[in-house]
């Protein structure tokens, strides 16, 4: 059964920093690239951040670039998000999906990240 468990989310005032993490299970962890998404109240679920399976290339949405890093840990079966300098409009509700291009598996309850003063 798969399992994407997210957390790492909170509330934090403009400028500040937050980094989400994603354990992974009930597939093979290093058969697909990883990635971020969020949803905001009101909008479509986008893709922020996703990192290749093998070749450790990253690649942005424009919003975040500069600002987020994600990274993969193969040995904890982990993806974390390293967000910094975050703003009001980075307010979503963040998770996590196997895929370089495009979620593979079911989504999981996802981390609420506020960024409000």
């Known amino acids: 059964q798969v399992q994407l468990v997210e957390s790492g989310g909170g509330l934090v005032q403009p400028g500040g920093s937050l980094t989400l993490s994603c354990i992974a299970s009930?597939?093979?962890?290093?058969?697909?690239?990883m990635a971020w998404y969020r949803q905001a109240p009101g909008k479509e679920r986008e893709m922020v951040a996703a990192?290749?399976?093998?070749?450790?290339?990253?690649t942005y949405a424009d919003s975040v670039r500069g600002r987020f890093t994600i990274s993969k840990d193969n040995a904890k079966r982990t993806v974390y998000l390293q967000m910094s300098n975050l703003k009001p409009e980075d307010t979503a509700r963040y998770y996590c999906n196997a895929g370089f291009k495009h979620p593979v598996h079911p989504w999981g309850q996802g981390t609420q990240v506020t960024v409000s003063s």
């Open positions: 009930g597939f093979s962890f290093t058969t697909y690239g």
């Open positions: 990192v290749a399976k093998a070749s450790g290339t990253t």
